[in-house]
């Protein structure tokens, strides 16, 4: 997995042990990248690669879904995902950490890499507008609930 520049990182606390967030982020990435019909909508509309679901189930090392690839697993720590497109080359990497108590912290990291004035337009579109950070901020908020 390339190391892109920075972006951005969101984090929640969570109600949960290891186990049971790490069996939730894997259910809840995989069924929100498999069944975002917007989402596969936007991935054909930008170019994105990959363009369609496939690889392997359940959720692992080389599961595919539009616009994201899994590029690494590391069981209960970290779920590295990557993608392209015509605007952009990002990663979205997941990083559970434990608190003790039966809590845990998520990391959302993004980054990427904008290449060009297309590049730099959409960055401005989707991250200068806050839409990328609603969008992170809203999906990490979904981990506080069971």
Do not use: Q
């Amino acid at each position: 997995m390339r190391v892109l520049p920075f972006v951005d990182e969101h984090v929640v606390v969570v109600d949960a042990g290891v186990e049971e967030l790490w069996a939730r982020l894997l259910v809840k990435v995989g069924r929100s990248l498999s069944t975002a019909a917007g989402g596969a909508r936007y991935a054909r509309l930008v170019g994105a690669v990959p363009r369609e679901s496939g690889g392997v189930r359940p959720l692992g090392a080389g599961s595919e879904f539009p616009g994201f690839r899994v590029a690494r697993v590391v069981p209960g720590r970290e779920l590295a995902l990557e993608g392209r497109h015509r605007f952009s080359t990002y990663s979205l990497v997941f990083r559970v950490e434990e608190l003790g108590g039966g809590r845990c912290r998520l990391r959302a990291e993004t980054r990427a890499v904008f290449p060009g004035v297309a590049g730099r337009v959409y960055r401005a579109l989707v991250i200068g507008s806050g839409g990328h950070a609603f969008a992170m901020r809203r999906l990490l908020a979904g981990y506080r609930k069971p």
